[in-house]
């Protein structure tokens, strides 16, 4: 038997058993390990008798469920062995995950940290969310001529000014000319790989993250970014925090935060950078601005 067909046999066993476990019952019990008595079950128990196999069907699925189990054995450690004889499928409809017993016989819930975790904590009594809007976030220092160089530095995983004094070198193509020739953008990037290389850049990422980030030079379009989203704890009148909900990516400062119809939303945003670009330039967090 190849192992297609053990995989067939396993996917069988367990999806059957899966689904006699529905409607609020727990799942069959888990079929007896490998060398522990019975064997593997294509079926779930007590459905040949519900099928009505005949004694040659019943004969045929013995056969299989014997092959399957000396495959098995041949495939799986010592240690797997063992650890299969106290595996439980998951119920149906992503409950919670079953106990499974100790030395002792008894059972213990998996710990907490593997439980879903909900984006927005439940709120104090008296306190109430209201979404707030960002503005700006997107200025650059003259100096960069427009090119977000925090950003770029921070993917590149280099500081600002190295990339800075690298790019200092490169002489980008004129106003109206299409971009460089080919003979320029090679030499550009050969300045630029001499200088970030001993910073551990390698040509690929230089590519990756100068692909990321270009836009159309001298237009009004930025780089590739996603605003964020956040809200404001208000209770009696006044805001007395704030909740990111998602941290956004591609600000190179930080945002102005304004709460409509409220005065009083001066706040303090905290900025993340680093390589990974869908986090690279997001809020990590906003604080009251007269918070002590």
Not at 9 to 24: D, K, W
Not at 117 to 137: C, D, M
């Amino acid at each position: 038997m190849n192992r297609n067909l053990i995989a067939l046999a396993l996917t069988l066993q367990f999806a059957l058993g899966t689904v006699s476990g529905q409607e609020g019952q727990p799942p069959p019990p888990p079929p007896p390990p490998p060398g522990g008595g019975g064997g593997i079950h294509v079926l779930p128990r007590g459905a040949d008798k519900a099928l009505n196999l005949t004694a040659e069907q019943t004969q045929q699925l013995k056969d299989l469920e014997a092959e399957v189990q000396a495959k098995v054995e041949k495939i799986l450690t010592p240690a797997q062995l063992e650890q299969l004889k106290t595996f439980r499928p998951q119920p149906p409809g992503g409950g919670e995950r079953p106990a499974a017993p100790d030395a002792k016989g008894a059972t213990k819930r998996p710990p907490a940290e593997d439980a879903p975790k909900s984006v927005s904590q439940s709120l104090p009594a008296g306190v109430t969310r209201v979404p707030v809007e960002f503005t700006g976030g997107h200025e650059t220092v003259p100096v960069d001529h427009g090119r977000p160089v925090k950003l770029i530095a921070a993917a590149l995983g280099v500081q600002d000014e190295v990339f800075r004094v690298a790019f200092s070198n490169v002489h980008p193509a004129g106003p109206g000319s299409g971009g460089p020739s080919e003979s320029e953008a090679r030499a550009n990037k050969a300045v630029l790989m001499n200088a970030l290389g001993k910073h551990g850049v390698t040509n690929d990422r230089l590519n990756e993250v100068s692909n990321f980030y270009r836009y159309p030079p001298g237009s009004r379009n930025l780089w590739k970014n996603q605003p964020a989203a956040a809200s404001a704890l208000v209770k009696d009148g006044a805001i007395i925090g704030y909740e990111v909900t998602s941290g956004g990516y591609g600000y190179t400062t930080a945002p102005t935060v304004s709460v409509p119809g409220m005065n009083g939303a001066a706040a303090k945003v905290e900025l993340a950078f680093g390589k990974d670009f869908v986090t690279n330039g997001s809020i990590s967090g906003i604080t009251v601005a007269n918070a002590q």
